[in-house]
């Protein structure tokens, strides 16, 4: 039986009424947030923060802007413990919510002090008819520069609708041209690759939530003041599901070199390729030294440019395949 859209659901993934319009501040439209959105926040989180590396250990002090429900500072608390100093600010009031408003400056009223973690999960969309892309990017530059410590992270989760994805994509080329280094999920600094045209986007999925429904995807950045050191070129992030086709498999993949096709025909399937049939989106593979034609790359069977290692997005470790 095919699930009935909520009110929640129609007005923040479909017609996008309610975007902008401080819907939690409605009793029923709150509860409804809480049981289809906010998990969906927490498990998005809980993908990015295996990304995340501080000198600590742990942060200590955490800033949530744009808290809503609590989604995201609950998300803090799981992985991180219950001594870590949270604060969440929203414009709409609710328990343990500092109450301002993000657009009436980089530092919210109340909030003091710098920040190890920000997070601002689906907090920019909602600003879409305040501010323009400019101004949006200005603003996490603003957060990143004055609220977070040199060590910091600032993490952004948007939706993960071709529109959100891609505004946030352009907040990302503006505030690295403003000094910000993104650590993830980006391999480069160079501008982003896929607004070079209208219909390509970003965005990664966590795990499936109930079964029988599809994974959580969702878009997001997690942005430095410092710079990453600057990926191997051979190395790329798959950015797609797996396509396949008849007599084939592919992937989109992004990475220092640009944004490609990855394919490999079933013919060219061997030991030394044959760990892509576990990858998927997320994923990073490393392709040392190969050619791309026509915006593709070919993994075959023996070549020395074919694929010769891999390693999930869960994991660090990389796996040798050739």
């Not at 907040?171 to 650590?183: E, I, P, T, W």
């Not at 191997?232 to 592919?250: F, H, M, N, Q, T």
Request: hydrophobic share 40%; glycine share 10%.
């Amino acid at each position: 039986m095919r699930r009935r859209k909520t009110r929640i659901h129609r007005g923040l993934v479909g017609d996008r009424k309610l975007v902008g319009s401080g819907y939690l501040s409605r009793a029923e439209l709150r509860q409804e947030y809480e049981a289809e959105i906010a998990p969906r926040t927490g498990a998005a989180l809980r993908r990015i923060f295996g990304q995340l590396d501080f000198e600590s250990g742990r942060p200590r002090r955490v800033l949530d802007l744009g808290a809503g429900t609590g989604a995201a500072g609950r998300a803090v608390r799981r992985r991180f413990g219950e001594a870590v100093e949270l604060v969440a600010v929203d414009k709409v009031p609710g328990p343990d919510i500092l109450v301002a408003d993000v657009l009436r400056g980089v530092r919210p009223a109340g909030v003091s002090g710098r920040f190890d973690l920000i997070v601002a999960a689906h907090l920019l969309n909602e600003l879409d008819g305040a501010l323009d892309l400019d101004g949006r990017a200005r603003l996490v530059a603003g957060w990143c520069c004055d609220l977070l410590e040199p060590d910091g992270a600032c993490i952004v989760v948007e939706p993960a609708l071709r529109d959100t994805s891609r505004a946030l994509l352009g907040v990302r080329d503006r505030v690295l041209a403003a000094g910000l280094r993104v650590a993830a999920p980006c391999l480069s600094q160079m501008g982003c690759p896929a607004l070079q045209r209208e219909r390509d986007w970003c965005h990664d999925s966590a795990e499936v939530l109930v079964a029988g429904r599809s994974p959580v995807d969702f878009s997001y950045l997690v942005l430095r003041r410092s710079a990453p050191a600057e990926a191997d070129p051979g190395r790329y992030r798959v950015v797609s599901d797996p396509i396949k086709d008849k007599g084939r498999l592919r992937f989109f993949v992004c990475g220092a070199a640009g944004r490609f096709e990855l394919m490999r025909l079933d013919r060219d399937r061997s030991p030394a390729n044959q760990a892509l049939d576990q990858a998927h989106r997320g994923d990073i593979v490393v392709l040392p030294n190969a050619p791309v034609q026509d915006y593709r790359i070919r993994v075959v069977a023996e070549s020395p440019s074919g694929l010769v290692s891999f390693f999930t997005r869960e994991s660090t470790e990389i796996t040798e395949i050739g």
